[in-house]
T-cell receptor, first 112, second 106 residues
Framework: DAGVTQSPTHLIKTRGQQVTLRCSPK?????VSWYQQALGQGPQFIFQ???????QRGNFPDRFSGHQFPNYSSELNVNALLLGDSALYLC???????????FGQGTRLTVV | GIQVEQSPPDLILQEGANSTLRCNFS?????LQWFHQNPWGQLINLFY???GTKQNGRLSATTVATERYSLLYISSSQTTDSGVYFC????????FGTGTSLTVIP
């Protein structure tokens, strides 16, 4: 059983560009959440998708957007990248909204 | 949002020693998980423990939800236990602490 998978694993982008990160949830999971982890910090909640709709959102600007597809996979899009967007982006999936979460290996984004 | 405090922030142990990591949180929660973050960044599930006590090998955890804290016990520590341990609490979304960085030396 494949766990949560994310792609790509590493990414370097230039300030002002746009980026798309991808996540496939664990088999049988229909809820996907995204987190941003800055160096030396704990992960911070960006948003959560369930039934292809954004259900909750953390304190992140509109430059951060997402999507969930009918197969429950998800994308995180970040527009107009800033240097401060450099971080590890983690995707988590859950079998039911509000239950145990399982995380992917993350995508390390560097903005130069 | 919910405030999560983890202590100690850093811990250095001799191999074979025992340790207790603490997580305090500011509001009642439906979910609580302990994770070990490996050097490559992946969060490894240790316990899903909104309340009560669980054990898995050398690790055990206790959550006292009414008093808003959780404890992670590591016994007979090994060098492979090194890394950052996170407590995450919440309902539908998780709030993370800043972690406890554990170093186990041979």
């Amino acid at each position: 059983d494949a766990g949560v998978t994310q792609s790509p694993t590493h990414l370097i982008k230039t300030r002002g560009q746009q980026v798309t990160l991808r996540c496939s949830p664990k088999s049988g999971h229909d809820t996907v959440s995204w987190y941003q982890q800055a160096l030396g910090q704990g992960p911070q909640f960006i948003f959560q998708y369930y039934e292809e709709e954004e259900r909750q959102r953390g304190n992140f600007p509109d430059r951060f957007s997402g999507h969930q597809f009918p197969n429950y996979s998800s994308e995180l899009n970040v527009n107009a990248l800033l240097l401060g967007d450099s971080a590890l982006y983690l995707c988590a999936s859950s079998p039911v909204l509000g239950t145990e979460a399982f995380f992917g290996q993350g995508t390390r984004l560097t903005v130069v | 949002g919910i405030q999560v405090e983890q202590s100690p922030p850093d811990l250095i142990l001799q191999e074979g020693a025992n340790s207790t990591l603490r997580c305090n949180f500011s509001d009642s929660v439906n979910n609580l998980q302990w994770f070990h973050q490996n050097p490559w960044g992946q969060l490894i599930n240790l316990f899903y423990i909104p309340s009560g006590t669980k054990q898995n090998g050398r690790l055990s955890a206790t959550t006292v939800a009414t008093e808003r804290y959780s404890l992670l016990y590591i016994s007979s520590s090994q060098t492979t236990d090194s890394g950052v341990y996170f407590c995450a609490v919440g309902g539908n979304q998780f709030y993370f602490g800043t972690g406890t960085s554990l170093t186990v030396i041979p």
